[in-house]
């Protein structure tokens, strides 16, 4: 009788331990899934932060690739250009980065020196007109890209510029050419 109660007290310490285990190893587990979910939250808010921007354009065409004087006659045009600022960023990374821009013409369709002119986005693929590779070092930076018309005849109507960095749309701006 006195080795089964002592058996059945040892038993209820072991059922005791093992639930006080289990309530802890929940409460473990419920604080790591926690922190999991917060982490994920600041990444993205330090993915949305380091995200650059782009301001202060001037967008249009130019007569000659040469002189650079603007114009805004469409049968002017042998150069289009976008001149710009990437702003300053502190938590963005440094480095080589590469500037797309994109420029569509008033049907909606894209200027491409080759198909192969293709980028990778957030949302996919996107046909590019230029790219321009720039040192970013978290300052503010003033970039110019051009692109030469070739055999384009450009028509009048307005044209839009999308500049993207790092798989994001940074900036955009619009012209008209008469």
Partial sequence: VVQIDSLNTLN?????????TTNNLNRTT??????KQEVAEKTEQVKKGSKLSAYNFNSGALKSALKAKPTTRARQAAQLQATFTISE????????KVVYMQIQGPSGKTFQRMSSY?????????????????????????????????????????????????????????????
């Fill in 12 to 20: 209820l310490e072991l059922e005791l331990n093992l639930t006080e």
């Fill in 30 to 35: 419920e604080e790591r899934d926690q922190f």
């Fill in 89 to 96: 960023n502190p938590i963005a990374s440094v480095g080589k």
């Fill in 118 to 178: 293709l980028m990778e986005t957030e949302d996919g693929s996107v046909a590019y007109t230029e790219k321009k590779e720039i040192d970013y070092q978290n300052k503010a930076i003033d970039i110019s890209i051009y692109y030469d018309i070739r055999e384009e005849n450009l028509s009048k109507g307005n044209y839009k510029v999308n500049i993207y960095c790092d798989e994001n749309l940074i900036g955009s701006d619009s012209f008209t050419l008469k």
